[in-house]
Each structure stands twice: as structure tokens, then as C-alpha cells.
């Protein structure tokens, strides 16, 4: 196996998170709990909730229940403003005779079936309507088209109507149901105001005797869709929202995502993946996942996947050329670059995070002295002590969710240094040559370095970069083109130490490293083609100088109308490769020396 697949769980047996004993204390619950019932699963987005509610169903089908569930998400899509709310109470009667018919214990009468279908219409037809000034729904006309009468269900009409009908489901002594209980599933997946609107209709229409209901519920969807009608959530009225959320679920149940059981889950999934973990190292992973993107199971998933993608290059580059990186260094690396990419971007500019230091700091921003009175208000603490951990404190103080999370980055990156001591950068190095592979950062400076940093023992200087242009087939014009362009650039950083290059496997950047973050580069090239020997090469604008090139090399090579040499829309100059061709070898060569010129004059 190579992935994981984001479903929830169906059985007990799959179970690996140890939930089991939460679902059973619900069950027990809710088989001897008085009716009408609402419980609410409340957790975020990932944290298990429709995998507990799948448990729970397993359990009841057991006993003397009937189960209707319903995918909210599945009357949503494709609907227009409140249809969803009609669509989601007739699915749920639709899917409790389903589920009923599947166990045989379908057994109303053909009185009772007429019902069935006469509630189902008024439920199918009230898209788009109010029910009663109170749920949004109106229910005039609600019955089917070929229907004459043209008469309005009011809300104890259609109440009375499906409270009949489980009454005399459970009341038939040919079946064994004894309560029945409808599964609501994926509120958070649907526009939060449908959401409120759904919620309003269960507790107006389908709060009858015999039934509990169970919702898979994130608070802050609730709170969003309430927004209309209480304005935004503030500490003044907290209440009201509280209050709505009250009066429709009596039973709230937190998801417990803090008593996981991640250890056995994360080990059981990489030994799914082909990845085995030494007994030793089970809970340093487990510390990861806490320290970085916490106990979400479904975003764990995704890292997970992540991880072994990363892994699958890493074999099919094994027979180039021997990776050292271990699995844990890399693990945690990506758990890095997923939760906390502002210290992953810090890590590619300098990968042994203990030689971070005050200069460090302030050249990407950090107000030191303004950090250091900060630290001081919190007291000793062994986690910001050095100065090193106390730039990692400052970097986060920026970020509202780096500032909740940077004891856990500091916790994370002590672990790692406890784990590989003297061999801390180069671990690093070696796992950051395949991080940038799963990264979603379009900071281009901090993929390029992520590249240079990985590959810095290769292509340590010019030479070794033409060397391997060589290697890999490129012909002496390309590789003299490469030299040309590159070669200045490379003295004037020997020669000024504001200056830094960036070089990679298939591009290189020149940088004006005493800029901050997003400004340092000037140039960026690619490797030369193969087969028009020229270089693209993007001149930034942080240069200052985009004008004046452009303007200079149009009139002295008549390249104005060129499709070769251009300003992008976001003012850099592009020389495309294709240039070469036009200008012939030995101008395009004379070019290049000017540009280089021009860009460290």
C-alpha cells in the first residue's frame, strides 16, 4: 500500500484510534435515554466524528433500533439557497425505510405506507419556502404537483403526520424496533447558514417521542450561519449564540481527540505503507504528530501519505545516488513544513537551527530587544533560554497561530536535537533535499533554497555546476552560455558579502541577501536548453534597474518587438532561451556579460 485513503471507519474491527469505549458508553446511553433526544458529536473538521457515529450504527443495528443516515453534504450540492433543509428531511425518512427494508423489519401497513409517501412529498416540496415563520420553510403547495387540493401543512401538520408514523412502526408487535435514531452527518460540510436552517427544522419538525438524534457538529459552523441574525460573535452576545446552540442539542459530546490513541494508529498506518518503526522510536513519531500538526486523525492522514510519496523518491534515487536522510529526521521535518511553514522557510536559509542567533534574527525581521522584554514578562523557562530558541520565540510572536503554538515548535525542534546531537546538520540537510517535493509554500526563495540546501556538498561553487551540466549531456555552447552568465556573478559574491547564490539541480538565484524575505533575489536562471544552448533568466525588479536593461538592450540589440526579451506583468524582465537563436552566439554571449555587469554595477 502506498496511500491512505480518507475514509471514516465502518467497524469496530478498524478501530485503531481506541474509541471503542467511548462509542459503547454513547450506546448505553442512548438505549436507555427518555425521547425526544439530541445529541451533538462536536468536533473540527477531521476529528472522527462520522468514524464514532459509524460505531455507534454497527452497535445498533444489533439491537431493537431503527437507523436513518443522512449526508447533509449530499442534498447540498448542486441546490439553490434552502433547498437543502427539504432534501435533508425527506432523505431522512427515505433512508429510515431503506435501512428498515435491509433488515426486514419494514412492516407499516398499506394505511401507514400511504402516509409514508404523503409525508415524503410535503418534505420533498418545500424547497425555496418558510414552515410557519419558523423554519424557513413555507409548506403551501408542498404536495405533489398532481394533487388538487392546494391546502398548507402547517408545522403540527407535518409533525403530527411523522410522529404518527414511528409511532406505528414501533407500536407493531410484528417487528422488534423500539426507538429509532437518525444519524445527521457532515453539517460542517454545507454552507453554515444551511447548517443553522437544518438544525431549526429537526428541532421544530422531528422532535417527536421514540426518536434521538445524533449530529456530527462543529460549533464554529454554527456560529458562522448565526452570524445574520446576531451579527458577529463578540464577548457581549456569546450568550445568544451559546443559546441557539442549547436548545437544539441537550447531549454535547466533545470529540475526544486528546486521549487518542496516535502511537498505535501512526505505527499501525506506516506498517500499512511499508514503513516500519523501531519499538525505540514509536513515541518519538507520536511526539511529532503532538508537537506539529496534533491529533486531527484525517489530517494525519494527509501527512501520512506525504511521508510515503517522499519515501517512494527516495528509493527510486537510491539507485542514483545513497540518501542518508533517516525516517524520523524527515518525518519531522514534514511536520514542520506542514504546521509551522515560517520556520520551515527559516530552516532552508540556515538548516542547524542551534547556530540561529541574534544577527539571524533581525535580518529576517525579528525585533530583538523588543523580543527579549517579552521573554522576560513570561520568566525562566528551559525552552527559551538559549538564543537560539529565543529567535524561534521571536519568529512565531507574528503569527496569532505560531504565537498559541511555539512552546510545541520549541518542543519539536528540541526533540530533534536530542535525537541527532553532533549530527544535527547534516540530518537536516539530507531530509530537506526531498522536503520541498509535498510543499504548498509559493515562496520561490524558500524552494530554491530548499534545493540548494539539499544538494550544497554537490554544487558548491561554479565549477562543480558546470561539471555536472556536463554530465548530464548539455553541449559546450550551453555550458559556455552557463559560464558566462554565472561566473561574474559568482565573483562579485566572493567579493562582496552582500551577495549570495542560490544553486540547485535546474535553476539558479543571485540574492541581495541583506533584503528581507521576498526582495533578495535580483536574478533567477534556469539550466540552459539543450537545444537552443540560451538561458531563461528572470531580472527582478528588486534589482531597480528593470527599465533601464530593457530600454538599453532593445535599442543596442533591436529587441523591442522581440517576444525573446519582455517585462512580465509583475515588472521583472524575462530573457527567454529561444534569445540565443535570435541574437546568434557570439551578440548573445556579448549580452550576457552586459547583463551581468549592469546587474552588480
Known sequence: MSSITDKPILLKSEDLLKVEKYSLALSNFIVKSDTPITIGLQGEWGTGKTSLMSLLLEDFNSKNIACSWVNTWEYSMFRGAHETTPGVLRGMLEKLKISCEERGVWTLKDESKAKFKTAARFLGGLANQIVANQTGINVKDALDDKETQANTAEIAEIKALVTSLISELINDTSNPIQKVIFFVDDLDRILPSDAVEVLEALKNIFDIPNCVFILAIDYDVVVKGLESKFGPKTEENEREFRSFFDKIIQVPFSMPTGTYDIEYFLVEKLKDLGISVQDEEKELFAKVVKYSIGYNPRSLKRYLNSFS?????????????????????????????????????????????????????????????????????????????????????????????????????????????????????????????????????????????????????????????????????????????????????????????????????????????????????????????????GIRIWVKSNTGKVQTLFSTFSEKYNLSESKNLYIAKNGDMLCESALCGELGLQQYQEFLRELTQMIID
Open 309 to 533: 510519496l517522499i519515501n517512494h523518491l527516495r528509493e527510486i534515487e537510491a539507485d542514483d545516488e545513497k540518501n542518508d536522510a533517516s525516517d524520523f529526521m524527515l518525518f519531522a521535518i514534514l511536520g514542520i513544513q506542514i504546521s509551522y511553514p515560517k520556520i520551515f522557510r527559516l530552516l532552508t536559509q540556515k538548516s542547524n537551527f542551534l547556530d540561529w542567533d541574534k544577527g539571524f534574527g533581525n535580518k529576517y525581521g525579528i525585533e530583538w530587544e523588543q523580543i527579549q522584554e517579552k521573554i522576560q514578562k513570561f520568566g525562566e523557562s528551559e525552552l527559551v533560554d538559549e538564543e537560539w530558541e529565543q529567535v524561534v520565540w521571536g519568529a512565531c510572536q507574528s503569527d496569532s497561530y505560531l504565537k498559541a503554538r511555539a512552546f510545541s515548535v520549541l518542543e519539536l525542534l528540541n526533540l530533534i536535537r536530542d535525537k541527532f546531537k553532533d549530527n544535527l546538520e547534516d540530518e537536516l540537510d539530507a531530509a530537506l533535499t526531498f522536503a520541498s517535493i509535498t510543499s504548498v509554500d509559493d515562496d520561490i526563495e524558500t524552494k530554491q533554497a530548499v534545493q540548494k540546501v539539499g544538494n550544497k556538498t554537490i554544487y558548491d561553487g561554479i565549477s562543480s555546476k558546470l561539471n555536472q551540466l556536463k554530465e548530464y549531456g548539455f553541449s559546450d555552447e550551453a555550458i559556455e552560455n552557463y559560464k558566462i552568465l554565472w561566473e561574474p556573478l559568482f565573483n562579485a559574491k566572493a567579493e562582496n558579502s552582500k551577495y549570495g547564490i542560490s544553486l540547485a539541480k535546474t535553476g539558479a538565484s543571485f540574492n541581495d541577501i541583506t533584503k528581507g524575505r521576498g526582495s533578495q533575489q535580483l536574478i533567477y536562471a534556469t539550466n540552459p536548453s539543450k537545444k537552443l544552448f
